[in-house]
């Protein structure tokens, strides 16, 4: 069975940091790029970062460009999003998902079931 799960989410103060991980399990992360999305109250989802599985190759949102920062660890099966410098607009609930393929170019596969971040002072 495949599975996401996502954690690390919780309440911090702007200009505070969290990291969230996505576990994967059912399947291995290695042949897969991996996405982070998120969604406001409101609003619409809208991507957040992506890794690539073939060289690391990263992409990000501009909103988030140079305060968050994905990365990917196979022996693990999991990913991550290090997020810094946060903002009250970052509030949302964040997703992770598996692309069909290697680059960040394939279609979605599966999806986490997400995990809150509130930022709040």
């Known amino acids: 069975q495949v599975q996401l799960v996502e954690s690390g989410g919780g309440l911090v103060q702007p200009g505070g940091s969290l990291r969230l991980s996505c576990a994967a399990s059912g399947f291995t992360l290695d042949y897969y790029a991996m996405s982070w999305f998120r969604q406001a109250p409101g609003k619409e989802r809208e991507g957040v970062s992506c890794i690539s599985s073939t060289d690391g190759t990263t992409r990000y949102a501009d909103s988030v460009k140079g305060r968050f920062t994905i990365s990917r660890d196979n022996a693990k099966n999991t990913v991550y999003l290090e997020m810094n410098s946060l903002k009250p607009e970052d509030t949302a609930v964040y997703y992770c998902?598996?692309?069909?393929?290697?680059?960040?170019?394939?279609?979605?596969?599966?999806w986490g079931q997400g995990t809150q971040v509130t930022v709040s002072s």
């Open positions: 998902a598996a692309r069909s393929g290697k680059s960040c170019l394939y279609d979605l596969s599966y």
